[in-house]
């Protein structure tokens, strides 16, 4: 059974830290796994992806030095380390199960995405 929920969000300051955390269910641990963000207003976007070994990740070009993917396969679980975050990070962040076992910028390649946490970064 695939189930995703995220956790860890919060109201927090320009250079701040914080860690999200996705519950992805036991059946994710072959997937490709992915952070996506959307601010309001705005259209849903990439921030970083993960393959299915947790070795092999591709960021969104403004998290690059910031952020940092990685996955626990043995508790299902995605995190998403933000490190001197910015205002303009603040979105609700998704989680989402891939179709394949590499992750992908491309939307459509995934099959599952948790309900998401809102993030808000205050200058």
């Known amino acids: 059974q695939v189930y995703v929920r995220e956790s860890g969000g919060g109201l927090v300051q320009a250079g701040d830290s914080l860690r999200l955390s996705c519950a992805a269910g036991r059946t994710s641990r072959n997937n490709g796994l992915a952070w996506f963000r959307q601010a309001p207003g705005k259209e849903r976007e990439f921030v970083a992806a993960?393959?299915?070994?947790?070795?092999?990740?591709i960021y969104e070009d403004s998290v690059k030095g910031r952020f940092t993917i990685s996955r626990d396969n043995r508790n299902d679980t995605l995190y998403l380390q933000m490190n001197n975050v910015k205002p303009e990070d603040t979105a609700v962040y998704y989680c989402?199960?891939?179709?394949?076992?590499?992750?992908?910028?491309?939307?459509?390649?995934?099959?599952?995405w948790g309900q998401g946490t809102q993030v808000t970064v205050s200058s």
């Open positions: 993960l393959n299915w070994r947790g070795d092999s990740s």
């Open positions: 989402a199960v891939a179709l394949s076992s590499w992750g992908t910028k491309d939307r459509s390649r995934y099959r599952y």
